[in-house]
T-cell receptor, first 113, second 114 residues
Framework: DQQVKQNSPSLSVQEGRISILNCDYT??????FLWYKKYPAEGPTFLIS?????DKNEDGRFTVFLNKSAKHLSLHIVPSQPGDSAVYFC????????????FGQGTTLQVKP | DAGITQSPRHKVTETGTPVTLRCHQT?????MYWYRQDPGHGLRLIHY???????DKGEVSDGYSVSRSKTEDFLLTLESATSSQTSVYFC?????????????FGPGTRLTVL
């Protein structure tokens, strides 16, 4: 039972254009959502997060949108750069203090020069 | 940089042998986590710890045990390695200060069980 799903295994965009990565979840108790970026042979790197009390969070070129009614979040990267090419994971956590994260399967983004 | 190191970075072992992976942090945070990453599955939580000698299971804990005798070290042991445990293993910490569940990851250990 996959509680967090990234249905697109890969995405290819042109440099300078917008990249949109999507994530769906099933557990309405999730209250905090994160995006991580991962390069080959490295650990995941925290990118941006959003609390369930918000519907948008922005950090430079990265914006995360949360639609609670649809149980859907998305990561927008504008403008996309070749260095953004990586695997992107969304993750979710629920109430309680354990901090346990549930991850999606990941989406491989390729930004072409 | 969250000051997390993992050792070894690469290991090849044979089925049935015991294997211990080490995670070391320099900032003395309470919460530490072990994940495995496999194609098509993302990262899945194996075990986590919320203090010295305080550990609990994650979603894929079968075949794994953990120990935390010091704040800075979190060990993951495969008592008798199987080929299905071939994976990349990541350790993570959650910083004590602040109220979010953001985790920071180590560089990973690539384990191959033949």
């Amino acid at each position: 039972d996959q509680q967090v799903k990234q249905n697109s295994p890969s995405l290819s965009v042109q440099e300078g254009r917008i990249s949109i990565l999507n994530c769906d979840y099933t557990n309405s108790m999730f209250d905090y959502f994160l995006w991580y970026k991962k390069y080959p042979a490295e650990g995941p790197t925290f990118l941006i997060s959003i609390s369930s009390i918000k519907d948008k969070n922005e950090d430079g070129r990265f914006t995360v949108f949360l639609n609670k009614s649809a149980k859907h979040l998305s990561l927008h990267i504008v403008p996309s750069q070749p260095g953004d090419s990586a695997v992107y994971f969304c993750a979710a956590s629920g109430p309680g203090n354990t901090g346990k994260l549930i991850f999606g399967q990941g989406t491989t983004l390729q930004v072409k020069p | 940089d969250a000051g997390i190191t993992q050792s070894p970075r690469h290991k090849v072992t044979e089925t049935g042998t015991p294997v211990t992976l080490r995670c070391h942090q320099t900032e003395n945070h309470r919460y530490m986590y072990w994940y495995r990453q496999d194609p098509g599955h993302g990262l899945r939580l194996i075990h986590y710890s919320y203090g010295v000698k305080d550990t609990d299971k994650g979603e894929v804990s079968d075949g794994y045990s953990v120990s935390r005798s010091k704040t800075e070290d979190f060990l993951l042991t495969l008592e008798s390695a199987t080929s299905s445990q071939t994976s990349v293993y990541f350790c993570a910490i959650r910083k004590d200060r602040g109220s979010t569940d953001t985790q920071y990851f180590g560089p990973g250990t690539r384990l191959t069980v033949l």
